[in-house]
C-alpha cells in the first residue's frame, strides 16, 4: 500500500493573473466583452481591442483597461497593438485572447472571390499575425494565447463551408503553433463555440429559431457569451498549465450528436 504525500496546489490561486498583462483582440462586445470581464477580474491588467473606438473605450472604461481601435487583420494594425502592448504592459505581458471571427453565409458555389478572401483575412490572417507578435512579445517568458474558432471549423454546417474552411484552418494553425512554441513554454489553444446569444446573432435571429436550436443542443439550450468567457479564463490562467494545442468544444454537445431519427426500438438488436 503507498502513501500519496504529494504537495496539494492552491487550485484557486492557479486561476488568478495578479500581475499579468493580456491583449484582447475583439474586446468590444458580445464574447471579447465577456472575456474581457473574466479576465480582468481574475487580476489581468489588459489592453483592449476592437475596430470600433467607441466600443474599445467603453470595455476599457469597464474593466480598466487601455483601449486601441484599429483593424488587426492587417500586419499594420497589429503592430500598432503591440506597441501599445510593449508600452502598457512591457515583461508583464501574458497572453493574448483573440476574439475575432465573423460569417457570411453564403453557398460555396455562388460565393465570390470577394467573399473567400474576406473569410480568411477575418478569421485567419488576423491570427496568424497574432501569434507572430504576441510569440515575439513574449519572448522566453512563457505565456498563453487563446483564439476563438467555430463548431463549423469541425462540421459542416449549411452555407457556411467557407467560413468553416477558415475556422478549420485556424484549428490547425493553433496545433502547429502549440508544438513550435511549446519549448518556450508558450501555450497555444482554441475554443470552439457551438450557437452562442452574441448580441449581433440575437438581432438577426427570431426567438423561434433560438428555440429551435435549443431544442436540437444535448444540453437544452445555446451558450451565452459568458460561458465561452469561462472557458476562456480557464485556458489563460495556470488552471489548464498542461493544456496546449487543445481545440475545446463549448457547444453543449451538439457535434457529438449525430443527426438521424431516433431508433424506434430498445434492447438488444441483431446486426
Known amino acids: 500500500m503507498t502513501t500519496d504525500n504529494?504537495?496539494?496546489?492552491?487550485?484557486l490561486q492557479a486561476l488568478r493573473l495578479d500581475g499579468r498583462g493580456f491583449v484582447v483582440l475583439g474586446a468590444?462586445?458580445?464574447?471579447?466583452?465577456?472575456a474581457a470581464h473574466a479576465l480582468a477580474q481574475a487580476g489581468a491588467d489588459l489592453v483592449l481591442v476592437d475596430r470600433d473606438r467607441d466600443r474599445a473605450d467603453r470595455i476599457a472604461a469597464e474593466v480598466g483597461g487601455t483601449a486601441v481601435a484599429t483593424d488587426v487583420t492587417g500586419r499594420a494594425g497589429m503592430d500598432a497593438v503591440f506597441e501599445t502592448?510593449?508600452?502598457?504592459?512591457?515583461?508583464s505581458f501574458a497572453g493574448l485572447v483573440d476574439i475575432i471571427g465573423m460569417a457570411d453565409n453564403q453557398p460555396i458555389a455562388e460565393a465570390s472571390d470577394a467573399v473567400w478572401d474576406w473569410h480568411f483575412d477575418i478569421g485567419l490572417r488576423h491570427a496568424w499575425l497574432a501569434i507572430q507578435a504576441a510569440s515575439a512579445g513574449l519572448g522566453e517568458r512563457g505565456g498563453s494565447l487563446v483564439f476563438v474558432g467555430s463548431m463549423s471549423g469541425t462540421m459542416s454546417i449549411p452555407k457556411q463551408g467557407i467560413y468553416g474552411a477558415a475556422k478549420a484552418a485556424l484549428h490547425h494553425l493553433v496545433a502547429c503553433a502549440?508544438?513550435?512554441l511549446g519549448p518556450r513554454n508558450?501555450?497555444?489553444?482554441?475554443?470552439?463555440?457551438?450557437?452562442?446569444?452574441t448580441p449581433r446573432l440575437v438581432a438577426a435571429l427570431d426567438d423561434d429559431y433560438w428555440s429551435a436550436v435549443g431544442e436540437a443542443i444535448?444540453?437544452?439550450?445555446?451558450?451565452?457569451?459568458?460561458?465561452?468567457?469561462?472557458?476562456?479564463?480557464?485556458?489563460?490562467?495556470?488552471?489548464?498549465?498542461?493544456?496546449?494545442?487543445?481545440?475545446?468544444?463549448?457547444?453543449?454537445?451538439?457535434?457529438r450528436k449525430v443527426a438521424v431519427p431516433p431508433i424506434p426500438v430498445s434492447g438488444p438488436m441483431v446486426q
Open 6 to 11: 504529494s504537495a496539494v496546489p492552491d487550485y
Open 28 to 34: 468590444g462586445q458580445g464574447i471579447g466583452r465577456q
Open 85 to 91: 502592448v510593449a508600452a502598457r504592459l512591457g515583461d
Open 178 to 180: 502549440a508544438v513550435e
Open 186 to 197: 508558450i501555450r497555444v489553444n482554441a475554443i470552439a463555440p457551438g450557437f452562442v446569444r
Open 218 to 255: 444535448p444540453l437544452g439550450r445555446p451558450a451565452e457569451p459568458e460561458d465561452i468567457a469561462k472557458a476562456i479564463l480557464f485556458l489563460a490562467s495556470d488552471l489548464s498549465g498542461c493544456t496546449s494545442g487543445a481545440v475545446l468544444p463549448v457547444d453543449g454537445a451538439l457535434t
